[in-house]
């Protein structure tokens, strides 16, 4: 997800890190070339101008031009301004009433709200130990409530009993009766949808909005319709009492207008993002980890939390201890392939991991693809401690030795090293921020 936006921010700030000193013209050009960027991305237009004046201003004054490091910080100021526009907090779905509570998932016909619906039912069973059952409510498709029992059997998460012939109304009093009788903790009510934003719609949501109290309303809507998504959680919001929104089909979005525009235009946040069609392709929706997946910085939490199930608690302390510090040398690079590879490979951390995209893609076109990581790892072995310790070590004529005894070219070795070199500048602005601070919480 936002491939394509994440490539031109990442162009321009190369270039503004890549110098010394900053001027303000350097400032206001850098942010011309952000904001065709949002633009491109879909982002709405009053959004991307109120983001762009306010970063501008920040980043033109004097103490970010004057200080040391300008570039960076003016990287870190789009980036506290991309979290803000993001919905700042993750919001997480609020379950504080008796139970059962209610979710009420609306949306129109195809946003993939059914799907979704199965994926939240199976995630507060299994993530948040929650007894949860689902009822679909749609009458006006006849195999709505079927496709909703399937996935329910295909997600291991009970589902209300059809019976045919029943209004929706009829159905959520039906499944309320019983989510109190079964002592359930959370019941998911599946509404009808329909092809567009109409009366009837509304009224029957507000129907069962009446009888069922909803503690959470969330809106489905299609990131890959961009500004119509956040079109129709306008449309929705002005009729029920929306508590958050969930995006799906990111894992098709390059863009991501949608994404980026949903909060900062209808005031209501993200708190899910679906990415695929397979029930456990969801997550909640952290504006800052996006953001810095956004920005080519990676997703480093989101590895390290992986990495944290995976790998032996005494390296996991020892990794997070060097991370603190700042520190990132090519053994850390060989520790963190390694717990790629046991993590299930390239396919789940590409795009995550900062410089992974761009390296993953060169090696595929040099027809290496499965075999990257083998690669990475016999590069790193080929290097002499002293190297590995330090890197800028590697002159011309000791990559071509390393790529001889790896069995590589010269150009690997380079891409190799690049791509340290991102992650190590990666792992120091995470530092920066003071985004470790969770971090070591994570490995304790
Ligand atoms: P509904 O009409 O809103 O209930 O939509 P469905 O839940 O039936 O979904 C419509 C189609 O979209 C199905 O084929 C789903 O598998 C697919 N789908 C749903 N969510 C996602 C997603 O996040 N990513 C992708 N790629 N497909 C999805």
Known sequence: MFDSLSDRLSGVFDRLRGRGALQEDDVRAAMREVRIALLEADVALPVVRRFVDSVTEQAVGQSVLRS??????VVKIVNDALVEMLGAEAADLDLNAAP?????MVGLQGSGKTTSTAKIGKL??????????MASLDVNRPAAQEQLKVLGEQAGVATLPIVPGQSPVEIATRALHSAKLQAVDVLLLDTAGRLHVDAALMDEMKAVAAVSAPKETLLVVDALTGQDAVNVAQSFSGEVDLTGVVLTRMDGDARGGAALSMRAVTGKPIKF???????DAIEPFHPERVAGRILGMGDIVSIVEKAAATIQAEDAEKLAARMAKGQFDMNDLRTQLRQMQNMGGLGVLAGMMPGMKKAKQAMAQSGMDDK???HMDAIIGSMTPKERERPELLNAKRKIRVAKGSGTQVQDVN????????????MKQIRKMGGLKGLGALFG
């Open 415 to 426: 891409k190799l090293i690049k791509m340290h070199m991102e992650m190590a500048k990666a």
């Open 372 to 374: 990257v990581l083998l």
């Open 124 to 133: 507060l069973k299994e993530k948040r130990g929650k007894k949860v059952m």
């Open 68 to 73: 040391v490091t300008p570039g960076q910080q």
């Open 273 to 279: 993002a679906a990415t695929g069609e397979k029930l």
């Open 100 to 104: 059962p509570v209610v979710i009420m």
